[in-house]
């Protein structure tokens, strides 16, 4: 069935540095990968998306890449700072549906 | 604010109880999406619809759940003889077409 993977599951990193999470998905007619940022007693918040005819997208400091052969996509933060710490989720959807499979979450630490 | 609003923000309620959760979607999304969210997991995705249509539901969604969407605007999510294991945070979404989805802040169910 469809299913989406994701890792680390927790991540620490010092202000500043980078932070790269990953996940894989297993249906190959996926088409658009959300990224959504949940901090606590809060909704999950889209903070990038990618389509799959595009294979890198770029937002300040955020960014996402596809490998579609791989079934692979990755979000990267860059100069990460204090308030970028939250629970950060991975989404799939399956072509021909509206519902997104999601990761599950990757708890991003930065560390002052 | 003009985001999703879901109705109550927390529920406690006895096991076998019947309880009822509230949607009110960004004003012209004409999709909502109900997900549901246990600890340390990402959102799960139970039913959605298109207008007052509901189009999907994931077999998660057994006979004891039921959603409306009686005129296209606001939606409900009602848990009849409620278990422990529906314990968990039911999430709301909007979007446009198919375009980014809106999550609310969820509505904390906790059955005793």
């Known amino acids: 069935g469809e299913n989406v993977e994701q890792h680390p599951s927790t991540l620490s990193v010092q202000e500043g540095d980078s932070a790269v999470i990953k996940c894989t998905y297993s249906?190959?007619?996926?088409?658009?990968f959300p990224w959504y940022k949940q901090e606590l007693g809060k909704g999950p918040q889209l903070i990038i998306d990618i389509r799959s005819n595009v294979g890198e997208k770029k937002d300040q400091r955020i960014a996402v890449t596809l490998n579609k052969t791989a079934k692979h996509f990755s979000l990267h933060i860059t100069e990460t700072q204090p308030e970028d710490s939250a629970v950060y989720f991975c989404?799939?959807?399956?072509?021909?549906?509206?519902?997104?499979?999601f990761g599950t979450g990757t708890r991003l630490k930065v560390l002052a | 604010d003009t985001g999703v609003s879901q109705d109550p923000r927390h529920k406690i309620t006895k096991r076998g109880q019947n309880v009822t959760f509230r949607c009110d979607p960004i004003?012209?999304?004409?999709?909502l999406y109900w997900y549901r969210q246990t600890l340390g997991q990402g959102p799960e995705f139970l039913t959605y619809?298109?207008?007052?249509?509901?189009?999907?539901k994931s077999r998660l969604l057994s006979d004891r759940f039921s959603a409306e969407r009686p005129k296209g605007s606001f939606s409900t999510l009602e848990i009849q003889r409620t278990e422990q294991g529906d314990s968990a945070m039911y999430l709301c979404?909007?979007?446009?077409?198919?375009?980014?989805?809106?999550f609310g802040p969820g509505t904390r169910l906790t059955v005793l």
């Open positions: 989404a799939a959807s399956p072509q021909g549906t509206y519902k997104y499979i």
């Open positions: 004003s012209e999304h004409n999709r």
């Open positions: 619809f298109q207008n007052e249509a509901q189009l999907e």
């Open positions: 979404a909007s979007s446009l077409e198919a375009g980014e989805q809106f």
């Open positions: 249906d190959s007619a996926s088409n658009y």
